[in-house]
């Protein structure tokens, strides 16, 4: 099983600054088989990028994905208001389906 | 567009079975193309996958879960159901069903997903 690493656990940040989410894997994720989702309290998870680097549809432009192998970046060029949240990463590469433990973003 | 919804009792008996049903609206389980999942998130906690059906009845459980699992589709009301037995206190959590893009035979990413029901096991 992929274990996914998501840090930091919590990043308290201001809105219109940068946030850099790292998503680290215990082995490679094939073809860059990863997923991000944002959730909001009381909210299921949205759908923010598939494939490491491809936005969901509806996605802003704020929200970018990269990496391959073992690690993976979420950036969000310009936080909005809406964006404090926890942010998922998982995994599709290998069986079975796997998420990382989050990270939190709010407000400084 | 397409919407899940979930439906079932919020609270089971330890060792009973828990049951979830979720309904899809704005588009057909039996168009295909797409695995119908069943994710749990324990209270605030992370998110667990715990299976994935196809139209046709195929299915994939996690193993951490699949002795225990049973997913399955009634396509004539558009609805794919979740069984989970002999359930105990860390079977509570938030239970979401999802639509799976099926990239790999394992699942590929969720999109959408239902708003999630609390299950609570309990005597």
């Known amino acids: 099983e992929i274990v996914l690493t998501q840090s930091p656990g919590t990043l308290s940040l201001s809105p219109g600054e940068r946030a850099t989410l790292s998503c680290r894997a215990s082995?490679?994720?094939?073809?860059?088989?990863l997923a991000w989702y944002q959730q909001k309290p009381g909210q299921a998870p949205r759908l923010l990028i598939y494939g490491a680097s491809s936005r969901a549809t509806g996605i802003p432009d704020r929200f970018s994905g990269s990496g391959s192998g073992t690690d993976f970046t979420l950036t969000i060029s310009r936080l909005e208001p809406e964006d404090f949240a926890v942010y998922y990463c998982?995994?599709?590469?290998?069986?079975?389906?796997?998420f990382g433990p989050g990270t939190k973003v709010d407000i400084k | 567009q397409v919407q899940l919804q979930e439906s079932g009792p919020g609270l089971v008996k330890p060792s009973q079975t828990l049951s979830l049903t979720c309904t899809v609206s704005g588009g057909s389980i039996s168009s295909g193309g797409y695995y119908w999942s069943w994710i749990r998130q324990h209270p605030g906690k992370g998110l667990e996958w715990i299976g994935y059906?196809?139209?046709?009845?195929?299915?994939y459980y996690n193993p951490s879960l699949k002795s225990r699992v049973t997913i399955s589709v009634d396509t004539s009301k558009n609805q794919f159901s979740l069984k989970l037995s002999s359930v105990t206190a860390a079977d509570t959590a938030v239970y979401y069903c999802a639509r799976d893009f099926s990239i790999t035979p394992s699942g590929s990413w969720f999109d959408p997903w239902g708003q999630g029901t609390l299950v609570t096991v309990s005597s």
């Open positions: 059906i196809y139209y046709s009845g195929s299915t």
């Open positions: 998982q995994q599709y590469g290998s069986s079975p389906l796997t």
């Open positions: 082995q490679s994720v094939s073809s860059s088989y």
